[in-house]
């Protein structure tokens, strides 16, 4: 997700989320669930064919609430990078932010895993020399190494 619009006298430069890419697991989970529910109507009718609806549902239902759980879980972080500063927000009701300004910007860690990071999914850890663990970290962030760079050539 590229963004840029201006915050007061800030320029948002790049927002994002975590990739969807994160949640293929629960994303294969719920087409499996409406597979199994599409292969019900394929199964013959026996003396009980509410027991089938039933199960039918019970799948529909857990299909439901895994893209409900996946929808939310994205939704509840935000990144944010600014010719300014980075800066992460947690939560849906009670949020929490951490920021960092670019020029207090010391070190920049990138970590890409496994199949995730042949996509350009990683990780992004931002530390300042205030601290010895990272102030702001982006999970699972589609086009790491190209928001890593953005930030370097912000620092120049």
């Known amino acids: 997700m590229s ?5 007061g006298e800030e320029k948002v430069l790049w927002s994002g989320s975590v990739s969807q890419w994160h949640y293929s697991g629960r994303w294969f989970a719920v087409v499996l669930l409406l597979c199994g529910v599409v292969a019900t109507f394929f199964l013959p009718v026996s ?15 857990a299909a439901l609430v ?18 300014k500063r980075v800066s992460v927000e947690f939560g849906i009701v009670s949020k929490r932010s951490n920021e960092l300004r670019i020029q207090d910007i010391r070190s920049i860690n990138l970590t890409t895993t496994g199949f995730s990071g042949l996509l350009g999914i990683g990780r992004i850890e931002f530390s300042s ?8 970290i982006f999970w699972n962030t589609p086009r790491a190494e190209k928001i890593r760079d953005l930030i370097r050539s912000l620092q120049a």
């Open 129 to 136: 020399a205030a601290t010895d663990d990272a102030d702001v």
């Open 3 to 7: 963004d840029t619009s201006t915050q």
């Open 66 to 83: 895994l893209v409900l759980w996946i929808r939310l879980d994205r939704s509840s972080r935000r990144y944010t990078v600014t010719d």
């Open 47 to 61: 003396d009980d064919p509410m027991t089938l609806w039933i199960v039918r549902g019970a799948m529909a239902l």
